[in-house]
Antibody, heavy 122, light 109 residues
Framework: EVQLVESGGGLVKPGGSLRLSCAAS????????MNWVRQAPGKGLEWVSS????????YYADSVKGRFTISRDNAKNSLYLQMNSLRAEDTAVYYC???????????????WGQGTLVTVSS | SYVLTQPPSVSVAPGQTARITCGGN??????VHWYQQKPGQAPVLVVY???DRPSGIPERFSGSNSGNTATLTISRVEAGDEADYYC????????????FGTGTKVTVL
């Protein structure tokens, strides 16, 4: 059974940092791209970042570029998101999601974790 | 930035058919994926690549995509289908490579 378990969320002051983790199990982690998707309270889904299976390709939404860093450790079956210079608008539930290649281009997200809440407030 | 527009809400009686649209410029040229999200839960993939269903998703869920509109159709709606639904595409020119629609709340009357 595929499982994705996020951790590391919490309350942080504006300008602070936080590192999220996602522990994967039930599949060959090193064979899949992975993603972070967030959802602000009462709002819709927003893609944040993607990393290819071997970390060769990394992408970010413009809203987090230069502040967030995605990484993975295939030996530990783990995905990470280092978040720096946090702002109030980064407050959201952060989900990790497994990526599958879509027909044509891009990906779809076939498995999701339960999410971890990040609150940025003074 | 590529924008996907969905109706905020759709209401449907049990046993009837719900159709949720996702509008985008020439979306018919892209692969569209759909997610269901119930309150307090993570999203679940219900349709991918316009019209394919993951294993475990009922045949009542189907998708189509043409022109400027993609559609998720839920046939024989059940109370358990009440949820938010989001479409998603990839767009290389967007500030978000993977773009989600605005979301539609489906209410079962």
């Amino acid at each position: 059974e595929v499982q994705l378990v996020e951790s590391g969320g919490g309350l942080v002051k504006p300008g602070g940092s936080l590192r999220l983790s996602c522990a994967a199990s039930g599949f060959t982690f090193s064979s899949y791209s992975m993603n972070w998707v967030r959802q602000a309270p009462g709002k819709g889904l927003e893609w944040v970042s993607s990393i290819s299976s071997s970390s060769s390709y990394i992408y970010y939404a413009d809203s987090v570029k230069g502040r967030f860093t995605i990484s993975r450790d295939n030996a530990k079956n783990s995905l990470y998101l280092q978040m720096n210079s946090l702002r109030a608008e980064d407050t959201a539930v952060y989900y990790c999601a497994r990526g599958e290649e879509a027909y044509g281009s891009g990906s779809y997200f076939d498995y999701w974790g339960q999410g971890t809440l990040v609150t940025v407030s003074s | 930035s590529y924008v996907l527009t969905q109706p905020p809400s759709v209401s449907v009686a049990p046993g009837q058919t719900a159709r949720i649209t996702c509008g985008g410029n020439n979306i018919g040229s892209k692969s569209v994926h759909w997610y269901q999200q119930k309150p307090g839960q993570a999203p679940v993939l219900v349709v991918y690549d316009d019209s394919d269903r993951p294993s475990g998703i009922p045949e009542r869920f189907s998708g189509s995509n043409s022109g400027n509109t993609a559609t998720l159709t839920i046939s024989r709606v059940e109370a358990g289908d009440e949820a938010d639904y989001y479409c998603q595409v990839w767009d290389s020119s967007s500030d978000h490579l993977e773009v989600f629609g605005t979301g539609t709340k489906v209410t079962v009357l």
